[in-house]
């Protein structure tokens, strides 16, 4: 069984920083791809980041140049490392990570909440 586990998650004032790991675990082969989602109060789930295998990123434009998504292959571990965050960004950062032929897993997720 695969499991994706957050942390990192809480409390910040505009302007701060936070730093999401995830970690994987479980029989997994073939990590194509980590990356993280997130879902607002009353909004739909939408993209932060992703990398690839080879360390491609892409980045939703809400987030350029304020966020920057790693990954450690060997540790099977992605982290967001959130800069000048502002209260727009306050909602459940979820990993994600595609693998194997056609998996997909997701995390529970850890809250962020950005006060103004």
């Not at 966020?67 to 060997?74: C, G, K, L, M, Q």
Request: aromatic letters at 6%; hydrophobic letters at 35%.
């Amino acid at each position: 069984q695969v499991q994706l586990v957050e942390s990192g998650g809480g409390l910040v004032q505009a302007g701060g920083s936070l730093r999401l790991s995830c970690a994987a675990s479980g029989s997994i082969f073939r990590i194509n791809s980590m990356g993280w989602h997130r879902q607002a109060p009353g909004k739909q789930r939408e993209l932060v980041a992703t990398i690839t295998i080879d360390g491609s990123t892409n980045y939703a434009d809400s987030v350029k140049g304020r966020f920057t998504i790693s990954r450690d292959n060997a540790k099977n571990t992605v982290h967001l490392q959130m800069n000048s965050l502002k209260p727009e960004d306050t909602a459940i950062y979820i990993c994600n990570m595609a693998w194997g032929f056609g998996m997909d897993s997701w995390g529970k997720g850890t809250h962020v909440t950005v006060s103004s």
